[in-house]
């Protein structure tokens, strides 16, 4: 088989960009190896940056999104009980959120594929990159008992945390950068109409976090120690602390139900440098990670799948290298960006095990700043609704210019 760009991976990641090749007149394979159903069943994060959102409308995948999806200015913040405050992010910054699941982004992306008869071979197995940094990429894997292979000009590493294409990546070249926290996220979502905002809590029992879906859908966290078994937590066990971690208020105003799905996360912040080998881009959760706090991961995949599909665009449209070039430097500007403010929100919205009374009152401090500083509300604003995306100015041409003149000048 052959083609122009092989993509490792179903995710939303490899999804979009197969959807943003497509409109830009570039053939790509996805290689998945799990089922369609096995992606379908996955529930994730739900808040999308408006970035994100503009992205999904000009690929023409904003029409179910405008219609179920629910928009939004900022979220709340709330701790020790008391009642808490507004981050007003259209106010601060113009821009605002839509609470639309990656689940069915996901089925969106499925859908358009389908639509335009794009191919996504699922359940492939031992998929193997091959000569990544020659001219002559390609892909190897086991389907339905073949062996297949697949050549292609460049090769999109979208396979998340787990993946093989970051593995492919020389071990003297590769730089990875970790954090692990010690605690988790147990997650409830229910068929209950939700609170009217996006509401965190840090409270001495542990963070929580109530979220939304859809009228109709709710999505709530606590945070939970590391060891914590998902079958000692009933429904009613869930609720009762969820609502002993926020304000009286708020917790009366939460609305209980039965659960549709439990699960528990570990929160890590992990990012892989540099994002390009050869002919080989990693994008989306393959190159990093971020803990849940902020809502990042899924922005951050559309926005390297965004850089990427400009670079690709330039390459196959005036052959120029230059975007391809600065990909890495470019989606990791916005990377640590987001890695920052997630570990930012993580160390102020959670009580860490063994932290001292000092480390208390230091978090306490710069809640009550955030609280009542204008300027804190503004720049948490600016960081939680995410950067905008760098034009595709080519600096390298640039860099070449001011070379030449000053090679003229001697
Ligand atoms: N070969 C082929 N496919 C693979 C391989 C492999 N060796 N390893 C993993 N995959 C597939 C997985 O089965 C999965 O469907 O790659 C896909 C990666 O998808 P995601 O993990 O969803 O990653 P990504 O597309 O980057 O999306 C990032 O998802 O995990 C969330 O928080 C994250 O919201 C963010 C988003
Ligand atoms: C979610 O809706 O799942 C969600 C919302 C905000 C976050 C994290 C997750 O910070």
Redesign the pocket.
């Known amino acids: 088989m052959k083609t122009q760009v092989a993509i ?7 999804m979009l960009l197969s959807e943003m090749l497509h409109q830009r007149g570039i053939e790509s394979v996805v ?4 089922s369609r159903e ?2 379908l069943s ?1 529930i ?2 739900g808040v999308l940056e408006q970035t994100t959102v503009d992205v999904l409308r000009s690929n023409g995948l904003g029409e179910r999104m405008d219609r179920e999806g629910h928009p939004h200015d900022g979220m709340k913040i709330v701790w020790s009980g008391k009642e808490g405050f507004f981050i007003d992010v259209r106010r601060h910054v113009g821009k605002r959120f839509m609470a639309y699941g ?1 689940t069915s982004i996901q089925e969106d992306l499925f859908a358009a594929c389908d639509r335009r008869g794009g191919v996504v071979l699922t359940e ?1 197995e031992d ?1 193997r990159l091959v000569d990544i940094d020659t001219k002559r990429p390609r892909v190897m ?1 086991r389907r339905r008992g073949e062996e297949v292979r697949l050549d292609c000009d460049f090769i999109a590493g ?7 294409s970051r593995k492919a990546i020389p071990p003297s070249v590769l730089r990875e950068f970790e954090k692990v926290y010690p605690f988790g996220w147990l997650g409830v979502l229910s068929e209950t109409p939700p609170l009217p905002d996006i509401v965190y809590a840090n409270h001495p029992r542990g963070f929580a976090l109530a979220s939304m879906r859809s009228p109709q859908l709710s999505r709530y966290y606590l945070q939970v120690p590391l060891d914590t078994h998902i079958d000692d937590w009933s429904d009613e066990r869930f609720w009762d602390e969820l609502k002993q971690r926020y304000p009286r208020e708020l917790a009366d105003a939460i609305v209980t139900g039965p659960s549709i799905e439990k699960s528990i996360a570990p929160l890590r912040s992990f990012v892989a440098e540099p994002m390009r080998h050869g002919r080989m881009f990693l ?4 190159a990093h ?2 803990p ?1 706090t902020g809502a990042k ?2 922005n ?2 559309v926005s390297d799948v965004f850089y990427l599909s400009r670079a690709l665009a330039a390459f196959y449209g005036n052959g120029s290298p230059n975007l391809l070039d600065r990909y890495s430097d470019m989606a990791l500007r916005r990377v640590w960006s987001a890695v920052r403010t997630s570990w930012y929100l993580t160390n102020l919205l959670h009580r860490f095990p063994g932290s001292s009374e000092f480390d208390q009152r230091a978090q306490e401090s710069e809640l009550h700043y955030l609280q009542t500083s204008i300027h804190a509300q503004a720049a948490l604003a600016e960081q939680y609704a995410g950067l905008d995306f760098e034009a595709a100015v080519d600096r390298v041409s640039a860099e070449d210019d001011a070379t030449a003149i000053a090679v003229a000048a001697r």
């Not at 290689?31 to 799990?34: G, K, M, S, Y």
């Not at 994008?283 to 393959?286: E, H, K, S, T, V």
């Open positions: 490792i991976g179903a995710g939303p990641a490899g290689i998945e190896q799990r096995h992606v996955r994730r994060a990656q492939a998929v894997f979208c396979d998340g945390f787990h993946g093989v994008a989306g959760d393959a990670i971020v849940p991961g899924l951050l995949a």
